[in-house]
């Protein structure tokens, strides 16, 4: 399996998992918030912040806009969607800026392009990845031109069939895409617990024997922490400064202490997924001297004597002879006075 090298940090089994930070939409449209966004997702120890290139013209139809003038629920939504799309569109004046100021900060710059000509804006940008959205696991003409570009390829399959996954792949990869990872995701916002499979990890990652992450739309940091128990290299979880700032994802989105506590216990959690491999660690190892039990005897004994198996007992500390080791004291004699409970040694037989 090949892990992918985003800008120098390799992604995939083995590897710490990869946060992502989703501002997408929740900039606002306000560059003074992006900043402080970045901002935040650098202080929570994310590795990368990610946008969603799209414009006015680029994502909905004019019918669309047509069909959703108004809507009741006035604090993810202030006006019609055309509206809303306009103020929310990532231009190409604000992608450069981000772009910068991401390099400024140190701090990987990702987007998913939802056209060809955004395709090439990123290009021009060094992004180190192309990261494409559920939606467009079926838009074939948008996925081979990805794969033209020759870099990786993060690749969300909510909605998706095994089938339509398998096709995407091929495409990408046919048209000369670079190492590919999948990410498990549910296109729902928030979904039921019932309803999120992530054993869907690992199956994927056997499936198609590439990197396999999981995109969270769920509410709180249990779910993706999960994820990354179950294999998960990436995680991708929308985030926000307030979720209660007026706009789209914002409630659904991880604020800064809950992206601080994802990013943290991802990192313990895979550090404690260790190997396959069973072995005792020279800790473990030290503690048996002290957990373990010894040989020591029932009753007061006298030189001479056989011991018998009726004469043993095992109790703490485990630096002697151990309890299996017994059967090869019963029948032996002592080669000295022994009291009751006396640690035995091997010494003490002849």
Known sequence: MEPLNLHGRLVGPGYPPYIIAEIGANYNGDMALCKRLIDSALDCGADAVKFQSWSKASLISKA???RNTSYADKNRHFGSLEEMVERYQFTSEQHHEVSVYCKERGISFASSPFSPEEVDLLESLDVPCYKVASMD???????SYIGSKHRPVILSTGMATLGEIERAMSILREAGSGPIALLHCISIYPPVAGDIHLRNIPMLEKSFDVPVGFSDHTIGTHVPIAAVALGACIIEK???L????DGWDH???AAPPEMKTLVDESKIVFASLGSFVRAVSPAEMGKRLKFRRRVVLRRAMKKGEIVTDADLDFKRPGNGI????SVYIVGRKLKRDCKFDE???WADLE
Do not use: G, Q, R, V
């Open 322 to 325: 151990n309890p299996d080791e």
């Open 64 to 66: 669309e806009y047509a």
């Open 242 to 245: 307030d979720k209660d700032m």
């Open 343 to 345: 640690e035995l040694e």
């Open 251 to 253: 409630w659904i989105s």
């Open 238 to 240: 929308h985030f926000t």
């Open 137 to 143: 696991i079926n838009h074939l003409k948008l996925l």
